[in-house]
């Protein structure tokens, strides 16, 4: 793995399967506020398909969404990706992975039930898949194939900005299909991060050179440092973007499941998991 930006943002963990060393997920949180996990799904694969208890691991939203999906790959997928989400936010929440809700919000932001200190943010491309968390402020994550071919003359005037084609211009053909890569897999995680996806256009504002400031269109500075990017090539050819926020919350880095999840809540998960046939 190498990191294209050095930022404050923590390296991608790999996590390759539920017996992963979980406690790095909960050093990162303590130290950064943030995590940034990724695994290749089929890893994940003979826990999603043996496991006994993936039905009470997935809960009752995930189960039936599972059983309503027709291509048997994509159910393997989306498995493996609920439990990679549920196993690094019971790790940062230290609680069981089965007591851990994902649900989504009005536009399909998804958050943690019961739990709206940490949001959480995931991304998938092919086998690879990417899940963030931050105690601190929103985080958006994204991914794509480093080698993904963008024809740049297509998409200047859709994707980027007046200063960011400026300097785009001037690159080589090469370095520009890079740097093209780079910036859209670190406007998707921004806009996640928003909540906007999509809906938000990608030139209502732009990156610097380095992909690490994020600009107004005309090339200003558009934050005051609450917010910070990275990007990070992993093995495999995959590109990994991060947004993370940091909303300027003073706190003591606890993120035990006993100080930041509602404790009605709790009680009645872990009420409703002990009626879960087994």
């Not at 999906?69 to 439990?83: I, K, Q, V």
């Not at 400026?166 to 910036?183: F, P």
Request: charged share 25%; net charge negative.
């Amino acid at each position: 793995m190498s990191p294209l930006a050095r930022t404050g943002i923590a390296e991608p963990l790999l996590m390759p399967g539920p017996d992963s060393p979980w406690s790095r997920v909960r050093q990162s949180m303590a130290w950064h506020g943030h995590v940034v996990v990724h695994a290749n799904w089929r890893d994940w694969l003979p826990a999603a398909i043996a496991d006994p208890q993936l039905r009470p691991l997935l809960g009752a939203r995930d189960w039936q969404r599972l059983n309503n999906l027709a291509d048997p790959e994509a159910r393997d997928r989306f498995a493996a990706s609920r439990l990679l989400v549920k196993y690094t936010a019971g790790a940062a929440l230290q609680t069981p992975p089965e007591t851990v809700e994902l649900a989504s919000k009005a536009g399909g932001r998804p958050y943690l039930r019961g739990c709206d200190q940490i949001e959480v943010s995931l991304s998938h491309t092919r086998d690879l898949l990417v899940v963030g968390l931050n105690r601190r402020g929103r985080v958006g994550v994204d991914t794509e194939l480093a080698d993904r071919r963008i024809q740049y003359s297509a998409v200047q005037r859709h994707l980027c900005t007046p200063a960011e084609r400026r300097w785009l211009g001037t690159l080589d053909e090469a370095e520009q299909q890079r740097s093209l890569v780079r910036t859209w897999t670190l406007k998707e995680a921004y806009t996640k991060a928003l909540g906007q996806g999509m809906r938000m256009g990608f030139t209502q504002f732009g990156f610097d050179a380095e992909a690490t400031t994020l600009l107004t269109p005309q090339g200003e500075p558009a934050s005051h440092g609450e917010w910070a990017f990275a990007t990070f090539e992993l093995d495999g050819g995959y590109l990994v973007g991060v947004a993370c926020h940091d909303a300027g919350l003073r706190d003591d880095g606890d993120t035990a499941v006993s100080t930041m999840l509602d404790e009605g809540f709790l009680g009645e998960v872990v009420d409703l998991v002990g009626r879960v046939p087994h």
